[in-house]
């Protein structure tokens, strides 16, 4: 695998310089893209040098506001349901519990005889 030689800010410079000789020659729908490529990078490191906004009070309380809202829409099981779902998910979890257990035994006895 060959190694890719790091560019320098340099390299970048002249190869955009290039490109913007290239540009200036073709008079196609590419050249639109590159000016609108070219404005979108211009907008991205204006906003980086943007400070940066302090959060508006009032956004976390708005926050807690929208949670409450979108709890209202929640249909909570009943008692019984919640009784049957706990019984399911125990069931399960000793059922996986067990086939663990025997296929970890099944694997350890195999190992033994094998290796001792």
Known sequence: M???KKRKNSDYK???IASEET???AKDAGATRWDA???RAESRQKRKKQPKKPREKGQ????FRGVKLEMKKV???TKSELG?????VLATCAAFA????GVDSGVLAAIKAICF
């Open 2 to 4: 060959a190694k890719s």
């Open 14 to 16: 002249t190869s955009i």
């Open 23 to 25: 540009k200036k020659s």
């Open 37 to 39: 490529a070219k404005a």
């Open 60 to 63: 976390l309380k708005e926050y």
């Open 75 to 77: 249909v909570w099981p």
């Open 84 to 88: 049957s779902f706990t019984v399911v």
């Open 98 to 101: 067990l086939l663990f257990w």
